[in-house]
C-alpha cells in the first residue's frame, strides 16, 4: 500500500517561515523522484521543487527559489520543504508527490498525497 501524508501546514504572517514534512511508506518510499506542487484557489496545480533519492540533486520553481528548500531523509523515509520568506503569493494546499519520472508537470509523478494547507497573511 502506497501512502504519502503531508503535515506542517498552517496560518503565518508574511516574512514567515514554515516546514512541511511527508511521510512516505510502502513502494512511495523507494521512488526515485520526490517532490512538492501546490494549489491556490482558483489556479491549476504547479511545481514546487523535487530531489533525487541518492545524491543531492535539487530542481525548483522560479517562484520559490532562493527561498524554499527541499530535502529527503530516505532513512526515515520523509521528504521535507523548508520555507521561508514566505509571501501572500505562496498561499496554497501544498501536496507531496513521488515517481519514477519526475519533472514540472504532474504527468510524472504517480503517488499524491492529500495535501497540507498553507496560509499567508500580508
Known amino acids: 500500500q502506497v501512502q504519502l501524508v503531508e503535515s506542517g501546514g498552517g496560518l503565518v504572517q508574511a516574512g514567515g517561515s514554515l516546514r512541511l514534512s511527508c511521510a512516505a511508506s510502502?513502494?512511495?518510499?523507494?521512488?526515485?523522484?520526490m517532490g512538492w506542487f501546490r494549489q491556490a484557489p482558483g489556479k491549476e496545480r504547479e511545481f514546487v521543487a523535487s530531489?533525487?533519492?541518492?545524491?543531492?540533486?535539487?530542481s525548483y520553481a522560479d517562484s520559490v527559489k532562493g527561498r524554499f528548500t527541499i530535502s529527503r531523509d530516505n532513512a526515515k523515509g520523509t521528504l521535507y520543504l523548508q520555507m521561508n520568506s514566505l509571501k501572500p503569493e505562496d498561499t496554497a494546499v501544498y501536496y507531496c508527490?513521488?515517481?519514477?519520472?519526475?519533472?514540472?508537470?504532474?504527468?510524472?509523478?504517480?503517488?499524491w498525497g492529500k495535501g497540507t494547507l498553507v496560509t499567508v497573511s500580508s
Open positions: 508527490a513521488v515517481g519514477w519520472v519526475g519533472g514540472t508537470s504532474s504527468r510524472g509523478w504517480d503517488y
Open positions: 510502502g513502494r512511495a518510499a523507494s521512488s526515485y523522484f
Open positions: 530531489i533525487i533519492r541518492r545524491g543531492a540533486s535539487t
